[in-house]
């Protein structure tokens, strides 16, 4: 596996009536990421049906995580899904925990 990868988590709350919370409470997103440039290089997620799954990874792998604005407009014109929110917010919440590993790395490196 390419040392340059790494993972990263991020959950959040689901919306009341929609069969991911009759299973979970929350969503998981997990993203593989390229640590130098933020590049999103795989995905998944705690969707319930494989079609939702593979249509988030379509719309998120090549896309950087630093690029929050394109990622929300993918999702705004082709994800309407109940999940839309939480999966979001999944993702601004891994976008925060891949800024602060950049941050520690330039602490680390300096």
Request: net charge negative.
């Amino acid at each position: 596996m390419n040392e340059n990868i790494i993972f990263v988590t991020g959950y959040a709350k689901l919306p009341q009536g929609i069969t991911a919370t009759e299973l979970y409470t929350v969503i998981a997103v997990g993203v593989l990421l390229d640590r130098e440039t933020g590049l999103i290089t795989d995905v998944d997620c705690s969707l319930v049906t494989t079609v939702a799954r593979q249509f988030v990874k379509e719309l998120i792998v090549g896309k950087s995580i630093l690029d929050l604005e394109s990622i929300e407009k993918a999702f705004t014109e082709r994800y309407h899904g109940s999940a839309r929110k939480a999966l979001l917010s999944s993702l601004k919440i891994i976008n925060e925990k891949y800024q602060n590993i950049l941050k520690n790395k330039e602490t680390i490196d300096e």
